[in-house]
């Protein structure tokens, strides 16, 4: 456990379905992410949550939209995905502050498997 | 922010000290650089971080040459345990949050 927590871990839906990731990290960090992680791919940053705002967003198509209610936790909203969206949907948190305080080091979640059929 | 090059791929054996090794030319003054390890379907986990010289924790340790070009990740007496990928990357240390991009990362297989 990492302190980290990602639900489900397991998800299969079809390409017209609603679904959401849920992430919740009680650490105390001020940044959450979203970071996709297909087969023999490197991870791909989505989206960046900083102090509840979101700061980054990667040119990530409109089918998955990103809400962080507050700095503990991030939600994954997907609707309408496509088979080539499965993949391992990764949650992490980072502190603000000082490199001493281990700014800016990332806190990773065990992630959530999707599977679109 | 910095590129990073790293090995695709390592083999080791079981006892043995493995060195990684990671080129940043293009690293900025307020950068660090950290390593992570990450098992098959789970997420990351931090490793280790410095700035310059040497480093080391209860896992690893990571030496910076003076230029600050490259590091190397060293792992002694590696066991079948630290199969995994290693990722180096280098970024702001400070600051409210960081957009650091994943490289490939180097696949260390340890061999009985």
């Known amino acids: 456990e990492t302190g980290v927590t990602q639900t489900p871990r397991h998800l299969v839906m079809g390409m017209t379905n609603k679904k959401s990731l849920k992430c919740e990290q009680h650490l105390g960090h001020n940044a959450m992410y979203w970071y996709k992680q297909s087969a023999k791919k490197p991870l791909e940053l989505m989206f960046v949550?900083?102090?509840?705002?979101?700061?980054e967003n990667n040119s990530v198509p409109s089918r998955f939209s990103p809400e962080c209610p507050n700095s503990s936790h991030l939600f994954l909203h997907l609707h309408t995905l496509q088979p080539e969206d499965s993949a391992l949907y990764l949650c992490?948190?980072?502190?603000?502050?000082?490199?001493?305080?281990?700014?800016?080091?990332?806190?990773f979640g065990a992630g959530s498997r999707l599977t679109v059929l | 922010l910095a590129k990073t090059t790293q090995p695709i791929s390592m083999d080791s054996y079981e006892g043995q000290e493995v060195n990684i090794t990671c080129s940043h030319n293009n690293i900025a003054t307020n950068d660090y650089i950290t390593w992570y390890q990450q098992f098959p379907s789970q997420g990351p986990r931090f490793i280790i971080q410095?700035?310059?010289t040497k480093v080391t924790n209860e896992v690893a340790s990571l030496f910076i040459p003076a230029d600050r070009k490259s590091s190397t990740l060293s792992l002694p007496r590696v066991s079948l345990s630290d199969t995994a990928v290693y990722y180096c990357?280098?970024?702001?240390?400070?600051?409210?949050?960081?957009?650091?991009?994943f490289g490939a990362g180097t696949r260390l297989a340890v061999h009985p």
């Open positions: 949550y900083s102090l509840e705002e979101r700061v």
């Open positions: 410095g700035y310059k």
């Open positions: 992490a948190s980072s502190p603000a502050g000082s490199v001493a305080s281990g700014a800016n080091v990332l806190t």
């Open positions: 990357l280098v970024g702001p240390g400070s600051g409210g949050y960081n957009k650091l991009i």
